[in-house]
């Protein structure tokens, strides 16, 4: 098992260093170089800069070298812990995304959470019910959860709950805590708001999970060893959650490996659309103001995201399935 | 082998050709027949293909089901209600209710309601504005249309948006762009994915190698971020035209990796099939040995996985559109359209702007339920 672990472990900087180059050369994408249109903003705004100053800028992001000169001075300010300054908000980046990074891990694993907890009882229930009532709800409710984006459930929920209920329902915290800093009381109305982003963002992801769970769990339930168990007198709902449900549930964790970092990425959508104080909406500010430093970094750390994901998720199908960590140790 | 030989058997079979019996059929009738003979049971997906059939109709021609020109505003009609068809007044009819505004004196905003009061007649396959089928043929024929074009108020059977354009029209149109946006990123991605694919699986070893390489490394990257930050890098002076294949090239570029691991997979097995290996010693191209003996058996998976691909496809690009990162205004698509009702006060003020999405939610989920039917009816051992 840790031999395992350490092996994923040695293969993060590599991943990390290719993803980092990946990012640079999006980032590198647009025509001209940022501190012109940097320029062009400030003189289009009315201030202006001295050449020295501009010099000095293009000196420090070496701007009229090679593009590799350029890729070196930048990965080694990352490694520094250097992340640069946002041209368009005026602060350092470091700043920026700091908070806004916590408050998405926060959301991403809690609807990970959230998406299992829901995903395995509906999927139990539905299988072991087969063609009732309930079956039948939650298959067209898996329909049709696959089938509407994320953001369309947010605009909808949105609308009703103003609507009908006359309630804005955006952003993580009431506004007196917005710009506090973390209390007991700031962490209880988090939790008053972060349930709905949660909601959204985990229907898709529970309706999958439930499908596959609820495929795998009838073709368990008919397997002899269940006519032996219930021979042998065992109580039913015993036997089920013990044998079969163990068994089907194998197949879901395999899934670990893209869901984590799909939650991450995937919340940049509701997050616009509930104005979250995420590094979703501040990366699409930031394309959309051509601020590539502030983009670059955010892109970089959604592949971070999605690197840990990936390594959380290794680890604990490892753990939890032994044919794995027995193979590749 | 002769016929002489079994004179009675090809003479019943000549008189009475249904006494072929069930599994008669089964054993002489072709992969395809048996594919579809499967499909069929599903009704579901029978419905689903239905609607879809239906959908693409009105993708192809969008002028004949719109009722007027997408790109026409009007300044003082914005935010009308959606003027549903009435079918039965005292007897069947074909009309709508026409609308009224008055100015609200305390936001001295417009407001629109329906009067019941005043009717405007419809009829089918009336007289509308000009439009020109497959770009070619200028008619003026639509499927709905006032009864008097000259003297009735423009009917709007999905309301307006913020513009006053006609949300029913623009809809329709962008039915079009959001299909064929789909269906031609799907079908890049298909070529990519069985070009590399089938290289990886056929030739193995180096090459076997760094595409291997290349598909995991892509499929460890989230492609939300990716798409976002290559449509923004696309510059905003390119026409609509050419946003439109970026776009389809840019959703293209990393979705084509899970079919290039299923052909992989497929082929690395069907190498040491016996039929390739005959192939093979009988000289043929290696060309001719991919494309002619070992695609034509994954048909069925590859149609399969396609199906399921375009709903995926059709979502992102309403979500990059949605996002004001794909197209972008004059061009018309379901992403476009719900740009509209990004913001709450649009959407309370004008629930009907949320309509485009239920577009997206059918088209997505037919195609789910099509694309499952399909697999169940390509996979023998079901």
């Known amino acids: 098992m840790l031999v395992y672990i350490v092996k994923r472990l040695l293969l993060l900087p590599l991943l990390l260093l290719v993803f980092s180059v990946i990012a640079f050369i999006l980032i590198q994408a647009p025509p001209g170089d940022f501190v012109t249109s940097y320029v062009a903003e400030l003189a289009a705004s009315g201030s202006s800069m001295d050449r020295l100053q501009i010099d000095a800028l293009r000196e420090l992001y070496g701007l009229d070298r090679p593009g590799y000169v350029q890729y070196f001075k930048w990965l080694t300010r990352m490694l520094q812990g250097d992340l640069g300054v946002s041209l368009d908000f005026q602060k350092p980046i470091s700043e920026l995304i700091g908070q806004r990074l916590l408050l998405t891990v926060i959301l991403g694993l809690s609807t990970f959470l959230f998406t299992f907890a829901v995903a395995i009882p509906i999927g139990t229930i539905s299988a072991t019910r087969q063609y009732s009532f309930f079956d039948y709800f939650f298959t067209v409710f898996n329909y049709v959860g696959v089938a509407t984006p994320t953001f369309m459930t947010a605009l909808i929920l949105m609308w009703l709950a103003f609507s009908k209920l006359g309630i804005t329902i955006t952003g993580l915290f009431s506004p007196e805590f917005a710009d506090e800093p973390w209390s007991f009381a700031r962490t209880v109305d988090l939790g008053k708001h972060i349930w709905l982003p949660i909601v959204i963002l985990g229907m898709d992801g529970t309706a999958r999970l439930a499908r596959i769970l609820r495929a795998n769990l009838l073709d368990e339930l008919n397997k002899p060893y269940m006519e032996m168990a219930r021979a042998k007198g065992m109580p039913e709902w015993r036997l089920i959650m013990k044998y079969p449900v163990r068994l089907a549930i194998n197949p879901l964790v395999s899934s670990l490996g893209w869901y984590l970092p799909l939650i991450f990425s995937g919340s940049l959508i509701v997050a616009t659309v509930l104005n979250l104080p995420t590094i979703g909406p501040l990366l699409l500010r930031s394309l959309i103001g051509q601020d590539m430093f502030l983009a670059g970094a955010i892109v970089l750390s959604y592949f971070g995201l999605a690197v840990i994901g990936t390594l959380l998720s290794d680890i604990l199908l490892a753990w939890l399935d032994p044919r794995i960590r027995m193979e590749e140790a | ?382």
Request: hydrophobic share 50%; proline share 6%.
């Open chain 2, 1 to 382: 082998m002769s016929v002489e030989l079994q004179p009675e058997a090809e003479i019943s079979a000549v008189a009475k050709p249904d006494s072929l019996d069930k599994a008669d059929a089964v054993s002489v009738a072709s992969n395809w027949k048996l594919v579809w003979w499967r499909f069929r049971k599903h009704r579901l997906a029978m419905v689903s293909g239905v609607v879809l059939i239906l959908i693409a109709t009105i993708a192809a021609f969008p002028g004949f089901f719109s009722t007027q020109a997408p790109h026409e505003s009007d300044s003082k009609g914005s935010f009308m209600p959606p003027q549903g068809i009435h079918f039965w007044d005292d007897g069947p009819a074909f009309f709508v209710n026409a609308t009224k505004g008055a100015r609200n004196p305390r936001t001295l905003r417009m407001e629109w309601v329906l009067d019941e009061g005043e009717t405007i007649p419809l009829r089918l396959f009336g007289r509308g504005y000009e439009w020109k089928a497959l770009g070619l043929f200028p008619t003026r024929l639509h499927l709905v249309a006032v009864a008097n074009p000259d003297t009735d108020k423009p009917i709007h059977l999905l309301g307006t948006d913020r513009l006053g354009r006609d949300q029913w029209s623009r809809l329709v149109h962008g039915t079009q762009v959001s299909l064929s946006i789909g269906l031609l990123a799907v079908f890049l991605s298909t070529v990519i994915g069985i070009a590399l694919g089938g290289i990886s699986g056929y030739f193995g070893g180096l090459a076997d190698m760094v595409i291997q390489r290349v598909v995991e490394l892509l499929q460890s990257i989230p492609p939300i971020p990716i798409w976002l930050a290559l449509s923004a890098a696309l510059p905003r002076s390119w026409s609509v035209t050419t946003t439109y294949l970026a776009i389809t090239g840019i959703l293209a570029l990393i979705t084509w990796t899970s079919l290039a691991r299923e052909v992989r997979g497929r082929f690395l097995a069907l190498r040491e099939e016996d039929f390739v290996v005959a192939a093979k010693l009988s000289g043929c191209s290696q060309m001719r040995i991919v494309f002619r003996h070992m695609v034509p058996t994954m048909n069925s998976h590859i149609i399969a996985a396609v199906t399921l691909a375009i709903p995926v496809m059709i979502i992102n690009e309403t979500f990059l559109s949605f996002l004001g990162l794909g197209l972008r205004p004059p061009a018309i698509s379901w992403g476009v359209l719900l740009q509209e009702a990004q913001n709450l006060q649009s959407v309370a003020l004008a629930p009907w702007l949320l309509l485009p999405g239920l577009a997206v939610i059918i088209t997505v989920l037919a195609l789910n339920i099509l694309g499952d039917g399909l697999r169940d009816a390509a996979d023998p051992y079901h």
